[in-house]
């Protein structure tokens, strides 16, 4: 799992780590592993890196001395390296000092200058730079950037390595308000943030510098593909239909049949056990699915080991008596589309569940259930709604968000947004119900599901717009491929998991 730590979790480790060690010896060496970042990105774009040029932007404070540091080791592997002091009364003086004994040069253009704007930028050099250092502001910066970086930043044309996280960036939030860097690589140093996580677009590729930090367990996190593999239930030599659990599927109506139709075909490519469906649109899910065990009414369904409640189902007194009715199951829920209507109508009845609950609503939806919209901060506002409702809450998205009351999260990031499309919803719960079936936890249920449902998505895609349908279609081969991506993994012996 790729893992984060917030901004106090880390400066606490970091300060252990600075009381033992000499002084800028941690700076040194984050920033040699800095410099090896932009080296290895000057060969692979510019075919080499003597005789490149490189443009620091500096701000105060620790990212601006790493900068300073890393274009002191830059220089000396032949790379022209100009730094461009923000700050120049705050600037790293021992960083400072290094870069200059190396032959590096320096440009002052503080805020409010003297000089004008486009001057400083031709001065600057960053519109011809091979490659451009973001130090300008580090983890203790909020909101965007001032006006001389931001003009700075808008001239660059080559590719930006961010330090730490891109600029402008919130870095445990992920919010961008006004201004900000888009990196093409962010290179952290101890353990990645929420940053990375929650704003992938902006921070481009992310390579991690350890630091020898002693961390407490991360809250936060994304899973990889690799790992949804192994996660992923598979049947072994003594399973059948029944051992691999039974999900149930209470979706769909009259006006909305396809709802039914999507949330089984999606339960049906997750596990190879059983799908019992109990509504109106049996016999359009017959007609699609003929493996599902359908009948009309959630009380003749018989026994299932986690129920999928909402899409299509409509928010009447008879989706309100079915809703009641799978809480009541004694088995994990997961609540979608106009479940979480009726749940945001009716709370009490999410008080009387006797078993976990998953709750996958969009933007919309999550508005209605909380009473307020999601905000910038998606992943606060996602842990916030999770303990109030205690229940697991899976925000939809092209970054996924999923937390649950005791504040564990998960994130998953799309390749893009092919999944934004309708239906799209319906086939991710059936997914998600039938992992829940087969004993996985809401939360990894819900970020291993997210991960090939996504997947799935790009696959059906193929780089053109994409519909529900043939993204249902694709969830097995979307599997096939996490599957196959844990046989790729050296870092583990776990061959993978059978059932």
Same mark, same amino acid.
């Given at each position: 799992m790729l893992e984060a730590h917030d901004v106090a979790a880390v400066r606490a480790a970091e300060g252990a780590v600075l009381?033992?060690?000499?002084?800028?010896?941690?700076?040194?060496?984050?920033?040699f592993g800095l410099a090896t970042t932009v080296l290895a990105e000057l060969r692979t774009r510019c075919g080499g890196a003597s005789g490149r040029q490189v443009v620091l932007l500096?701000?105060?404070?620790?990212?601006?001395?790493?900068?300073?540091?890393?274009?002191?080791?830059?220089?000396?592997?032949?790379?022209?390296?100009?730094?461009?002091?923000?700050?120049p009364d705050k600037t790293h003086a021992a960083a400072l000092r290094a870069f200059l004994l190396a032959g590096g040069q320096v440009v002052t253009a503080p805020e409010d200058p003297e000089v004008p704007v486009p001057e400083l930028v031709d001065t600057a050099g960053v519109a011809e730079a091979d490659l451009v250092v973001d130090g300008i502001v580090g983890l203790g910066a909020s909101g965007g950037l001032r006006p001389t970086a931001a003009a700075l930043v808008a001239a660059v044309r080559a590719p930006i390595v961010a330090v730490d996280l891109p600029s402008g960036v919130h870095p445990d939030t992920g919010v961008v308000q006004g201004s900000a860097v888009r990196a093409a690589v962010t290179?952290?140093?101890?353990?990645?943030?929420?940053?990375?996580?929650?704003?992938?677009?902006?921070?481009?590729?992310?390579?991690?510098?350890?630091l020898g930090l002693e961390l407490p367990p991360a809250t936060l996190g994304s899973l990889e593909r690799a790992e949804v593999g192994r996660l992923w239930p598979v049947p072994g030599r003594e399973d059948d239909k029944y051992?691999?659990?039974?999900?149930?599927?209470?979706?769909?109506?009259?006006?909305?049949?396809?709802?039914?139709?999507?949330?089984?075909?999606?339960?049906? $490519?997750?596990?190879? %056990?059983?799908?019992?469906?109990? #509504?109106?649109?049996?016999? =359009? &899910? *017959?007609? !699609?699915?003929?493996?599902?065990?359908?009948?009309?009414?959630?009380?003749?369904?018989?026994?299932?080991? $986690?129920?999928?409640? %909402?899409?299509?189902?409509?928010? #009447?007194?008879?989706?309100? =008596? &079915? *809703?009641? !009715?799978?809480?009541?199951?004694?088995?994990?829920?997961?609540?979608?589309?106009?479940g979480t209507t009726v749940l945001a109508e009716h709370p009490e009845l999410l008080a009387r569940r006797t078993a976990p609950v998953l709750l996958t609503p969009h933007a919309g939806e999550f508005a209605r259930l909380v009473g307020?919209?999601?905000?910038?901060?998606?992943?606060?506002?996602?842990?916030?709604?999770?303990?109030?409702?205690?229940?697991?809450?899976?925000l939809k998205g092209s970054t996924t968000i999923i937390a649950t009351p005791a504040g564990d999260a998960l994130v998953n990031v799309a390749a893009g947004g092919w999944a934004a499309t309708a239906g799209s919803g319906d086939v991710l719960s059936g997914v998600l119900g039938a992992l829940l079936a087969s004993g996985l936890d809401p939360l990894t249920a819900a970020g291993a599901g997210a991960h090939v449902h996504a997947l799935a998505a790009e696959l059906a895609a193929a780089g053109a717009p994409t519909?529900?349908?043939?993204?249902?279609?694709?969830?097995?081969?979307?599997?096939?491929?996490?599957?196959?991506?844990?046989?790729?993994?050296?870092?583990?012996?776990?061959?993978?998991r059978s059932r």
């Open positions: 009381a033992r060690t000499p002084e800028n010896a941690l700076m040194r060496r984050a920033a500096v701000g105060a404070g620790g990212n601006g001395g790493d900068a300073l540091w890393a274009g002191h080791f830059l220089q000396r592997r032949g790379v022209g390296v100009r730094a461009v002091l923000l700050s290179v952290t140093f101890g353990s990645r943030k929420p940053v990375h996580l929650l704003a992938a677009s902006h921070c481009g590729r992310v390579e991690l510098v350890p051992s691999q659990g039974v999900v149930g599927v209470a979706a769909g109506s009259a006006q909305y049949p396809g709802a039914a139709v999507l949330a089984t075909s999606g339960a049906v $490519a997750a596990t190879s %056990g059983m799908v019992r469906y109990a #509504g109106t649109g049996a016999d =359009a &899910v *017959l007609a !699609h699915r003929p493996e599902v065990v359908a009948v009309s009414s959630v009380a003749d369904a018989g026994r299932v080991q $986690a129920w999928v409640v %909402g899409p299509g189902l409509g928010t #009447g007194a008879e989706s309100v =008596a &079915v *809703l009641e !009715h799978v809480l009541a199951a004694g088995v994990p829920v997961l609540v979608d589309a106009d307020g919209d999601v905000g910038p901060d998606r992943l606060g506002a996602v842990r916030a709604a999770a303990r109030r409702l205690d229940a697991t809450v899976l519909s529900a349908t043939p993204l249902a279609d694709h969830l097995s081969e979307a599997i096939r491929q996490c599957r196959a991506a844990q046989h790729h993994d050296t870092t583990s012996t776990d061959a993978g």
